[in-house]
């Protein structure tokens, strides 16, 4: 059974970091070819993707209002996906979520189920 589990969330204060941290089992990063996403939903809004990333070769793509900010990485050998967020602004407070897919989607507005994959998510709030 794949799990997926995130950490790393908190309250900061505008302009500060957080290191999100997903955490995989039950699957082999280095076996099977997956898109790795941090995706996010704050109160009242939809679906917005942040970072993704891939299996294999590492390409990342990252949303416009993070690019700069925000970087993903993952560590095939722990099958740990990261998520760095520096300079956060009020407007990044949302449930950060760690999802996974074969397909790549830069579509805003799904659902969670959308994905194959998906953890239960880790709540960053930045507030002075």
């Known amino acids: 059974q794949v799990q997926l589990v995130e950490s790393g969330g908190g309250l900061v204060q505008p302009g500060g970091s957080l290191r999100l941290s997903c955490e995989s089992s039950?699957?082999?990063?280095?076996?099977?070819?997956?898109?790795w996403y941090w995706v996010r939903q704050a109160p009242g809004k939809g679906l917005e993707w942040v970072a993704v990333?891939?299996?294999?070769?590492?390409?990342?793509y990252s949303a416009d209002s993070v690019k700069g900010r925000f970087l993903i990485s993952r560590d095939n050998a722990k099958n740990m996906v990261y998520l760095q967020m520096n300079s956060l602004k009020a407007e990044d407070t949302a449930m950060y979520c760690c999802?996974?897919?074969?397909?790549?989607?830069?579509?805003?507005?799904?659902?969670?189920?959308?994905?194959?994959?998906w953890g239960q998510g880790t709540q960053v709030t930045v507030s002075s």
């Open positions: 999802a996974a897919d074969q397909r790549l989607s830069l579509i805003n507005g799904g659902k969670l189920a959308d994905f194959t994959y």
């Open positions: 990333t891939n299996s294999g070769r590492g390409t990342t």
């Open positions: 039950g699957f082999t990063f280095s076996t099977y070819w997956m898109y």
